[in-house]
Protein backbone atom coordinates (compact mmCIF):
# COMPACT_ATOMS: atom_id res chain seq x y z
CA UNK A 1 0.00 0.00 0.00
CA UNK A 2 1.23 3.27 -0.90
CA UNK A 3 1.22 5.84 2.16
CA UNK A 4 3.31 8.77 3.03
CA UNK A 5 4.98 9.55 6.56
CA UNK A 6 5.95 12.59 7.96
CA UNK A 7 9.02 11.99 9.74
CA UNK A 8 10.22 15.77 11.45
CA UNK A 9 8.65 19.26 10.97
CA UNK A 10 10.08 20.81 14.58
CA UNK A 11 11.98 23.75 13.65
CA UNK A 12 13.44 23.61 17.32
CA UNK A 13 14.49 20.34 16.89
CA UNK A 14 15.87 20.71 13.21
CA UNK A 15 17.73 23.96 14.86
CA UNK A 16 19.31 22.07 17.30
CA UNK A 17 20.47 19.22 14.76
CA UNK A 18 22.14 21.82 12.76
CA UNK A 19 23.54 23.65 15.98
CA UNK A 20 25.22 21.14 17.38
CA UNK A 21 26.87 19.88 13.90
CA UNK A 22 27.79 23.41 12.74
CA UNK A 23 25.17 22.77 9.82
CA UNK A 24 24.62 26.20 7.96
CA UNK A 25 20.86 26.27 8.32
CA UNK A 26 17.35 24.47 7.85
CA UNK A 27 18.48 22.94 4.65
CA UNK A 28 21.63 21.83 4.86
CA UNK A 29 20.02 19.98 8.48
CA UNK A 30 17.37 18.60 6.21
CA UNK A 31 19.86 17.17 3.91
CA UNK A 32 22.43 15.93 6.22
CA UNK A 33 19.90 14.03 8.54
CA UNK A 34 17.99 12.97 5.12
CA UNK A 35 21.51 11.75 3.73
CA UNK A 36 21.96 9.92 7.50
CA UNK A 37 18.86 8.10 7.64
CA UNK A 38 19.13 7.04 3.85
CA UNK A 39 21.97 4.73 4.64
CA UNK A 40 19.97 2.13 7.70
CA UNK A 41 19.58 -1.24 5.73
CA UNK A 42 15.85 -1.60 6.30
CA UNK A 43 14.91 0.82 3.52
CA UNK A 44 15.39 -2.50 1.20
CA UNK A 45 11.80 -3.45 2.19
CA UNK A 46 10.41 -0.72 1.34
CA UNK A 47 9.61 -0.18 -2.30
CA UNK A 48 9.36 2.96 -4.12
CA UNK A 49 11.20 4.31 -1.09
CA UNK A 50 11.71 8.29 -1.42
CA UNK A 51 12.68 11.01 1.48
CA UNK A 52 10.69 13.92 0.42
CA UNK A 53 12.07 17.72 2.18
CA UNK A 54 10.29 20.67 1.69
CA UNK A 55 12.69 23.45 3.66
CA UNK A 56 10.19 26.62 3.11
CA UNK A 57 8.80 28.44 5.99
CA UNK A 58 7.37 25.14 7.55
CA UNK A 59 10.64 22.48 7.06
CA UNK A 60 9.31 19.25 6.36
CA UNK A 61 10.79 15.71 6.07
CA UNK A 62 8.82 13.10 4.96
CA UNK A 63 9.09 9.63 3.22
CA UNK A 64 6.41 8.03 0.73
CA UNK A 65 6.85 4.13 -0.57
CA UNK A 66 5.06 1.35 -0.89
CA UNK A 67 4.54 -0.38 2.62
CA UNK A 68 3.10 -3.95 3.81
CA UNK A 69 2.65 -4.25 7.45
CA UNK A 70 5.82 -5.44 8.57
CA UNK A 71 7.82 -2.28 6.59
CA UNK A 72 4.78 0.33 8.12
CA UNK A 73 5.20 -1.12 11.55
CA UNK A 74 9.03 -0.63 11.10
CA UNK A 75 8.41 3.00 9.56
CA UNK A 76 6.28 3.84 12.19
CA UNK A 77 9.10 3.33 15.39
CA UNK A 78 11.93 5.02 13.10
CA UNK A 79 9.31 8.11 12.26
CA UNK A 80 8.31 8.14 16.29
CA UNK A 81 12.15 8.28 17.54
CA UNK A 82 13.93 10.77 14.77
CA UNK A 83 12.87 13.74 15.82
CA UNK A 84 13.43 13.03 19.49
CA UNK A 85 17.19 11.78 18.74
CA UNK A 86 17.71 15.18 16.87
CA UNK A 87 16.03 17.38 19.62
CA UNK A 88 18.57 15.73 21.91
CA UNK A 89 21.53 15.26 20.37
CA UNK A 90 24.96 16.04 22.07
CA UNK A 91 27.47 16.05 19.56
CA UNK A 92 31.35 15.20 20.93
CA UNK A 93 34.18 15.92 19.00
CA UNK A 94 37.95 14.86 19.59
CA UNK A 95 38.70 18.18 21.62
CA UNK A 96 35.78 18.18 23.43
CA UNK A 97 36.35 14.00 24.39
CA UNK A 98 39.80 15.02 25.42
CA UNK A 99 39.12 17.95 27.95
CA UNK A 100 36.50 15.55 28.80
CA UNK A 101 39.33 12.77 29.62
CA UNK A 102 41.22 15.48 31.53
CA UNK A 103 38.00 16.03 33.73
CA UNK A 104 37.45 12.28 34.41
CA UNK A 105 41.29 11.77 35.46
CA UNK A 106 40.96 14.77 37.75
CA UNK A 107 37.74 12.91 39.02
CA UNK A 108 39.69 9.33 39.60
CA UNK A 109 42.36 11.36 41.33
CA UNK A 110 39.73 13.04 43.62
CA UNK A 111 38.25 9.74 44.50
CA UNK A 112 41.43 7.54 44.81
CA UNK A 113 44.39 9.55 44.85
CA UNK A 114 47.58 9.44 42.71
CA UNK A 115 49.01 6.72 44.20
CA UNK A 116 46.26 4.37 44.29
CA UNK A 117 45.56 5.21 40.32
CA UNK A 118 48.89 3.54 39.38
CA UNK A 119 48.40 0.23 41.28
CA UNK A 120 44.90 0.06 39.17
CA UNK A 121 44.91 -1.67 35.90
CA UNK A 122 43.13 -0.63 33.06
CA UNK A 123 40.89 -2.41 29.98
CA UNK A 124 38.32 -0.80 27.69
CA UNK A 125 34.81 -1.57 25.97
CA UNK A 126 35.23 -2.56 22.34
CA UNK A 127 35.29 -0.09 20.42
CA UNK A 128 34.47 3.64 21.37
CA UNK A 129 36.21 2.27 25.20
CA UNK A 130 39.19 2.09 23.37
CA UNK A 131 39.87 5.85 21.98
CA UNK A 132 38.58 6.96 25.31
CA UNK A 133 41.11 4.87 27.48
CA UNK A 134 43.84 6.22 25.23
CA UNK A 135 43.59 9.70 26.24
CA UNK A 136 42.87 8.77 30.20
CA UNK A 137 46.13 6.99 29.82
CA UNK A 138 48.37 9.84 29.05
CA UNK A 139 45.52 12.52 31.44
CA UNK A 140 46.58 9.76 34.62
CA UNK A 141 50.22 9.50 33.17
CA UNK A 142 49.48 5.69 32.93
CA UNK A 143 52.40 3.43 32.53
CA UNK A 144 52.21 0.70 29.51
CA UNK A 145 51.97 -2.25 31.66
CA UNK A 146 49.10 -0.90 33.60
CA UNK A 147 46.32 -1.37 29.91
CA UNK A 148 46.32 -5.02 30.57
CA UNK A 149 43.97 -7.17 32.96
CA UNK A 150 45.09 -8.82 35.79
CA UNK A 151 44.26 -12.38 37.00
CA UNK A 152 44.91 -11.12 40.43
CA UNK A 153 41.24 -10.41 42.54
CA UNK A 154 43.25 -8.00 44.83
CA UNK A 155 44.19 -5.85 42.14
CA UNK A 156 41.58 -3.28 41.10
CA UNK A 157 40.55 -3.11 37.76
CA UNK A 158 39.16 0.22 35.64
CA UNK A 159 36.44 -0.36 32.95
CA UNK A 160 36.53 2.55 30.79
CA UNK A 161 33.85 3.63 28.05
CA UNK A 162 33.01 6.68 26.20
CA UNK A 163 29.54 6.35 27.38
CA UNK A 164 26.75 4.59 29.37
CA UNK A 165 23.14 4.28 28.68
CA UNK A 166 21.58 1.41 29.76
CA UNK A 167 24.94 -0.26 31.44
CA UNK A 168 24.55 -3.41 29.64
CA UNK A 169 27.30 -3.86 28.20
CA UNK A 170 29.65 -3.27 31.54
CA UNK A 171 27.07 -6.01 33.06
CA UNK A 172 27.89 -8.25 30.37
CA UNK A 173 32.20 -7.42 30.72
CA UNK A 174 32.24 -7.86 34.14
CA UNK A 175 31.71 -11.38 34.52
CA UNK A 176 34.89 -11.68 32.48
CA UNK A 177 37.38 -10.17 35.16
CA UNK A 178 38.61 -11.40 38.26
CA UNK A 179 38.98 -7.90 40.11
CA UNK A 180 37.52 -8.22 43.25
CA UNK A 181 37.08 -4.72 42.84
CA UNK A 182 35.76 -2.43 39.83
CA UNK A 183 35.79 0.94 39.00
CA UNK A 184 33.40 1.55 36.14
CA UNK A 185 34.57 5.29 34.02
CA UNK A 186 33.33 6.80 31.41
CA UNK A 187 32.62 10.33 29.56
CA UNK A 188 28.81 10.54 29.82
CA UNK A 189 26.06 8.86 31.44
CA UNK A 190 23.15 9.77 33.88
CA UNK A 191 23.22 9.78 37.57
CA UNK A 192 20.57 7.24 38.02
CA UNK A 193 22.35 5.08 35.68
CA UNK A 194 25.63 5.34 37.82
CA UNK A 195 23.92 5.21 41.27
CA UNK A 196 21.78 1.74 39.97
CA UNK A 197 25.14 0.31 38.89
CA UNK A 198 26.97 0.82 42.34
CA UNK A 199 23.90 -0.17 44.22
CA UNK A 200 23.56 -3.54 42.39
CA UNK A 201 27.23 -4.67 41.62
CA UNK A 202 29.08 -5.54 44.90
CA UNK A 203 32.87 -5.66 43.56
CA UNK A 204 31.92 -1.78 42.18
CA UNK A 205 34.22 0.19 44.18
CA UNK A 206 32.71 3.41 41.97
CA UNK A 207 30.96 4.07 39.12
CA UNK A 208 32.46 7.92 37.39
CA UNK A 209 31.52 9.80 34.57
CA UNK A 210 33.21 13.17 33.18
CA UNK A 211 28.98 14.84 32.40
CA UNK A 212 25.58 13.76 32.96
CA UNK A 213 23.39 12.99 30.26
CA UNK A 214 20.26 15.10 30.97
CA UNK A 215 17.11 13.23 31.28
CA UNK A 216 14.13 13.37 29.74
CA UNK A 217 11.92 11.10 30.51
CA UNK A 218 9.22 13.46 32.71
CA UNK A 219 9.97 16.29 30.66
CA UNK A 220 7.36 18.57 28.48
CA UNK A 221 7.95 16.83 25.83
CA UNK A 222 6.88 13.59 26.46
CA UNK A 223 4.28 11.60 24.72
CA UNK A 224 1.57 9.29 25.95
CA UNK A 225 3.44 7.44 23.37
CA UNK A 226 6.40 7.24 24.91
CA UNK A 227 7.03 3.71 26.76
CA UNK A 228 7.57 3.11 30.44
CA UNK A 229 11.02 2.66 31.61
CA UNK A 230 9.61 -1.04 33.78
CA UNK A 231 8.16 -2.11 29.97
CA UNK A 232 12.20 -1.37 28.27
CA UNK A 233 13.44 -3.30 31.54
CA UNK A 234 11.39 -6.01 30.61
CA UNK A 235 11.79 -6.21 27.05
CA UNK A 236 15.94 -6.37 27.66
CA UNK A 237 15.51 -8.89 29.26
CA UNK A 238 16.08 -7.81 32.81
CA UNK A 239 20.19 -6.86 31.33
CA UNK A 240 19.69 -3.18 31.81
CA UNK A 241 20.46 -1.39 34.50
CA UNK A 242 18.32 1.67 33.86
CA UNK A 243 16.48 2.92 30.26
CA UNK A 244 15.77 6.71 30.56
CA UNK A 245 15.05 9.00 27.69
CA UNK A 246 18.42 10.97 28.06
CA UNK A 247 20.43 12.92 25.38
CA UNK A 248 21.21 11.31 22.13
CA UNK A 249 25.08 11.50 22.77
CA UNK A 250 27.21 11.18 19.62
CA UNK A 251 31.11 10.89 19.05
CA UNK A 252 33.33 11.66 16.32
CA UNK A 253 34.33 8.11 16.44
CA UNK A 254 30.89 6.67 17.42
CA UNK A 255 26.76 7.04 17.28
CA UNK A 256 25.69 5.30 20.11
CA UNK A 257 22.85 2.32 18.94
CA UNK A 258 19.41 3.65 20.16
CA UNK A 259 16.69 1.61 20.41
CA UNK A 260 12.72 1.37 19.01
CA UNK A 261 9.86 -1.46 19.23
CA UNK A 262 8.73 -3.53 15.83
CA UNK A 263 5.15 -3.82 16.82
CA UNK A 264 4.22 -5.70 14.09
CA UNK A 265 7.35 -8.35 15.09
CA UNK A 266 6.90 -7.50 18.63
CA UNK A 267 11.04 -7.14 19.02
CA UNK A 268 13.52 -4.43 19.46
CA UNK A 269 14.97 -2.97 16.25
CA UNK A 270 17.94 -0.04 16.01
CA UNK A 271 16.75 3.00 15.37
CA UNK A 272 17.91 5.10 12.27
CA UNK A 273 21.42 6.55 12.59
CA UNK A 274 21.59 10.70 12.36
CA UNK A 275 25.11 11.51 12.33
CA UNK A 276 25.94 12.44 8.09
CA UNK A 277 28.95 9.86 7.49
CA UNK A 278 31.65 12.93 8.03
CA UNK A 279 30.80 13.65 11.59
CA UNK A 280 31.58 9.73 12.79
CA UNK A 281 34.30 7.12 11.65
CA UNK A 282 31.55 4.63 12.71
CA UNK A 283 28.93 5.73 9.97
CA UNK A 284 31.74 6.01 7.61
CA UNK A 285 31.73 2.26 6.81
CA UNK A 286 28.00 2.05 7.03
CA UNK A 287 27.15 4.82 3.54
CA UNK A 288 25.74 3.05 0.69
CA UNK A 289 26.81 4.37 -2.40
CA UNK A 290 23.71 6.46 -4.39
CA UNK A 291 23.78 4.10 -7.40
CA UNK A 292 22.82 1.52 -5.23
CA UNK A 293 20.79 2.73 -2.39
CA UNK A 294 16.99 1.59 -2.45
CA UNK A 295 15.80 5.44 -1.46
CA UNK A 296 15.72 8.65 -3.20
CA UNK A 297 16.13 11.90 -1.32
CA UNK A 298 14.12 14.95 -3.37
CA UNK A 299 14.19 18.27 -2.66
CA UNK A 300 10.21 19.39 -3.68
CA UNK A 301 10.99 22.98 -3.67
CA UNK A 302 14.08 22.81 -6.33
CA UNK A 303 12.93 19.39 -7.47
CA UNK A 304 16.04 18.58 -7.81
CA UNK A 305 17.48 14.72 -6.74
CA UNK A 306 20.33 14.39 -3.96
CA UNK A 307 22.57 11.97 -3.90
CA UNK A 308 22.31 9.61 -0.52
Same mark, same amino acid.
Given at each position: ???????????????????????????????????????????????????????????????????????? *?? %? $???????? =? #???????? /?? +??????????????????????????????????????????????????????????????????????????????????????????????????????? *?? %? $???????? =? #???????? /?? +?????????????????????????????????????????????????????????????????????????????????????????
Amino acid at each position: MRRCYKLISDTIALDHYADCLGLDGTVAALERLAQAVSQDSGWSAVESAALLLHSGRCPLLAVTGSFNRESA *AW %M $EAQAGSLE =S #ACSHLKYV /DY +AQAERDCIVLSEKMIDAFGRKEIKSFRYTALPRGGYIVLAMLSYALNLAPEQLTVSDDPAVPLVVVDDCSLTGIRFRQSIRNYAAGKIIFAHLYSHPALRNTV *AG %M $EERVEACL =S #AADLTDWT /DR +ADATETDVPEEVWLRRLGGMAYTVRKTDHVCFAWNEPDRMCWDSARERIIPAWHILPMEFCLKNMHMAVPAATSPVRICNLESRAEIAA
